[in-house]
C-alpha cells in the first residue's frame, strides 16, 4: 500500500476512471463538402461532430439578419496561426464568407 504524508510523494487514486469523466479529441473541423459524424453521449443520446464544413448560419448583428451562406476561407486566428494555414474552423476564428445572401437581403430591404 502507498502511503503517503505531508511530505511524501504522489497520492493513491480513490478510485478507477469513470466513463462520464472522459474526454474526446477534438475534432480539428476542416473547410470541405459536408462530413458529419454522430458520438455516442450519456443516456445513449448523440452529438454531432463536424469534420470538414462548407457553410454556416451568420448574422449581420446591427442589421438584425441572419443568412446562410457559404465559407469561402479562414483569415485568422488569434490563438494559433498554423490553424489558419490548414483552414480549421474553430470559435472565434475569423473567417471570410460569401455574401449574397446578405447583399440580396439588403437590396430588397432598403430597395437600394
Request: charged share 25%.
Amino acid at each position: 500500500a502507498v502511503v503517503s504524508t505531508q511530505s511524501t510523494g504522489k497520492k493513491p487514486n480513490l478510485r478507477k476512471k469513470r466513463k462520464f469523466e472522459l474526454g474526446r479529441p477534438a475534432a480539428n473541423t476542416k473547410m470541405g463538402p459536408k462530413r458529419v459524424r454522430p458520438v455516442r453521449t450519456m443516456g445513449g443520446n448523440q452529438k454531432f461532430r463536424a469534420l470538414r464544413l462548407d457553410s454556416g448560419n451568420f448574422a449581420w448583428a446591427s442589421e438584425g439578419t441572419t443568412r446562410k451562406t457559404r465559407i469561402m476561407d479562414v483569415v485568422y486566428n488569434a490563438s494559433n496561426n498554423e490553424l489558419v494555414r490548414t483552414k480549421t474552423l474553430v470559435k472565434n476564428c475569423i473567417i471570410q464568407i460569401d455574401a449574397t445572401p446578405f447583399r440580396q437581403w439588403y437590396e430588397a430591404h432598403y430597395g437600394v
